[in-house]
């Protein structure tokens, strides 16, 4: 008999994350599950580890390829997995002990729902901190909410199989946010969407900033963008919802281009940055407003990283680099103070809370929150 649920963990030198991933599932209260590690073309342990689970339980099983990517490895486990239900897990990433049980009580109560999302838990790379909990928002249908806005983690949503079969694969062509790419093509097919608000997975927050390509994000941000409002060539199954849609998504474009910019800058891509800035900004870099830059504190770049140490390395590492993509840029001095406010406000208040206590900081806080300014 086939399991309820399939879980999917595409595996890529994550070898020291596995035993977390897996353990969640050991330790779930719900046992109607199989788990398909697929090791990508790993070069550290991964395969000592997942077979050593393998060995303590029969439902978790080891498939190996030649490495291709998040979307082949996925693609790879969904042809090999048989549950009903299936729930893309990375690696890195893990669930709450109650996550299968909460589903299943919704399945339970209404079994023609194709896809139910969960809320999610950013959690340190070591485990030790949480850092925010979010929640989906209610949507009565995930179209057009989903044309312009990534629904979230993939691990934060269970997908029926035979939605899955009509959608087709994840895009293997694509280098980053193939999930949302999925989830579009998911949501043109007719999926009956619930959201269970409240968090049942958690999101390791790992420090990996260094290693993202800027620009291959936006170009893959764009491509996403360009063909969400389009007929979907890829889709299997024939549904009325997909079809181009008059819908303007340039705003959520732009945002896209200055989060990833801010990822290539804080790796020093300055020349580089400001380049592909002007080029591709719809709207001309001298009328932006100071805030708006505020995107490019996310949680791709430094947005957690609140620690005595980590706000250390983010004024003397990172914080010079901003500063100099605007001087090159050729913005007045005034803008670049409240540009870099705007960026750093929230490590500034954190500095003034090591550095004066929280009553003195306080005031401090609100005097630069006030005057739009940043002072080291």
Same mark, same amino acid.
């Not at 086939?2 to 030198?13: H, K, M, W």
């Not at 291709?68 to 239900?85: E, H, P, T």
């Not at 994840?170 to 409240?198: H, M, N, P, Q, T």
């Given at each position: 008999?086939?399991?309820? !649920?399939?879980?999917?963990?595409?595996?890529?030198?994550?070898?020291?994350?596995?035993?977390?991933?897996?353990?969640?599932?050991?330790?779930?209260?719900? @046992?109607?599950?199989?788990? *398909?590690?697929?090791?990508?073309?790993?070069?550290?342990?991964?395969?000592?580890?997942?077979?050593?689970?393998?060995?303590?339980?029969?439902?978790?099983?080891?498939? &190996?390829?030649?490495?291709?990517?998040?979307?082949?490895?996925?693609? !790879?486990?969904?042809?090999?997995? %048989?549950?009903?239900?299936? %729930?893309?897990?990375? =690696?890195?990433?893990?669930?709450?002990?109650?996550?299968?049980?909460?589903?299943?009580? $919704? $399945?339970?109560?209404?079994?023609?729902?194709? #896809?139910?999302?969960?809320?999610?838990?950013?959690?340190?790379?070591?485990?030790?901190?949480?850092?925010?909990?979010?929640?989906?928002?209610?949507?009565?249908?995930?179209?057009?909410?989903?044309?312009?806005?990534?629904?979230?983690?993939?691990?934060?949503?269970?997908?029926?199989?035979?939605?899955?079969?009509? =959608?087709?694969?994840?895009?293997?062509?694509?280098?980053?946010?193939?999930?949302?790419?999925?989830?579009?093509?998911?949501?043109?097919?007719?999926?009956?969407?619930?959201? *269970?608000? /409240?968090?049942?997975?958690?999101?390791?927050? @790992?420090?990996?900033?260094?290693?993202?390509?800027?620009?291959?994000?936006?170009?893959?941000? /764009?491509?996403?963008?360009?063909?969400?409002?389009?007929?979907?060539?890829?889709? %299997?199954?024939?549904?009325?919802?997909?079809?181009?849609?008059? #819908?303007?998504?340039?705003?959520?474009?732009?945002?896209?281009?200055?989060?990833?910019?801010?990822?290539?800058?804080?790796?020093?891509? #300055?020349? &580089?940055?400001?380049?592909?800035?002007?080029? &591709?900004?719809?709207?001309? %870099? /001298?009328?932006?407003?100071?805030?708006?830059?505020?995107?490019?504190?996310? +949680?791709?770049?430094?947005?957690?990283?609140? @620690?005595?140490?980590?706000?250390?390395?983010?004024?003397?590492?990172?914080?010079?680099? !901003?500063?100099?993509?605007?001087?090159? =840029?050729?913005?007045?001095?005034? !803008?670049?103070?409240?540009?870099?406010?705007?960026?750093?406000?929230?490590?500034?208040?954190?500095?003034?809370?090591?550095?004066?206590?929280?009553?003195?900081?306080?005031?401090?806080? +609100?005097?630069?929150?006030?005057?739009?300014?940043?002072?080291?």
């Amino acid at each position: 008999m086939s399991p309820l !649920f399939s879980i999917i963990i595409p595996c890529y030198n994550q070898a020291i994350f596995l035993p977390d991933c897996l353990n969640s599932l050991l330790e779930q209260s719900f @046992t109607d599950w199989e788990a *398909i590690v697929v090791n990508d073309g790993s070069t550290d342990n991964t395969n000592q580890v997942a077979i050593a689970y393998s060995q303590k339980d029969s439902r978790i099983k080891l498939l &190996e390829k030649p490495n291709g990517g998040l979307s082949s490895a996925r693609n !790879f486990g969904i042809k090999n997995s %048989i549950g009903a239900r299936l %729930i893309f897990l990375d =690696a890195d990433d893990y669930l709450y002990s109650k996550y299968f049980f909460e589903i299943k009580n $919704i $399945i339970n109560r209404a079994d023609n729902l194709t #896809i139910i999302q969960c809320g999610y838990t950013y959690i340190t790379e070591d485990k030790k901190q949480l850092l925010k909990s979010v929640n989906p928002s209610s949507k009565n249908s995930l179209i057009p909410y989903i044309l312009t806005n990534s629904l979230g983690p993939c691990h934060t949503i269970c997908i029926t199989r035979e939605l899955c079969n009509r =959608a087709g694969w994840f895009d293997e062509d694509l280098k980053s946010v193939e999930d949302w790419d999925y989830w579009i093509r998911v949501a043109k097919c007719g999926a009956k969407y619930l959201a *269970i608000k /409240k968090p049942l997975v958690y999101y390791r927050y @790992t420090k990996n900033s260094m290693s993202r390509n800027g620009f291959i994000m936006y170009d893959a941000l /764009k491509k996403v963008m360009q063909r969400a409002v389009k007929f979907d060539t890829r889709s %299997i199954s024939s549904s009325d919802l997909n079809k181009n849609y008059d #819908i303007d998504n340039s705003a959520q474009l732009q945002s896209a281009l200055i989060r990833s910019i801010g990822v290539s800058i804080m790796q020093g891509k #300055i020349d &580089e940055s400001i380049k592909i800035f002007i080029s &591709e900004s719809i709207v001309p %870099i /001298k009328l932006l407003k100071p805030k708006e830059f505020e995107l490019m504190c996310s +949680y791709l770049t430094f947005r957690y990283w609140y @620690t005595h140490d980590d706000i250390r390395d983010v004024f003397e590492k990172h914080y010079p680099n !901003f500063k100099s993509f605007f001087e090159k =840029a050729g913005y007045p001095k005034e !803008f670049i103070h409240k540009a870099l406010y705007h960026i750093f406000k929230f490590h500034l208040f954190h500095k003034n809370i090591f550095r004066y206590g929280k009553p003195m900081a306080t005031f401090i806080n +609100y005097y630069f929150k006030k005057l739009e300014k940043i002072s080291l």
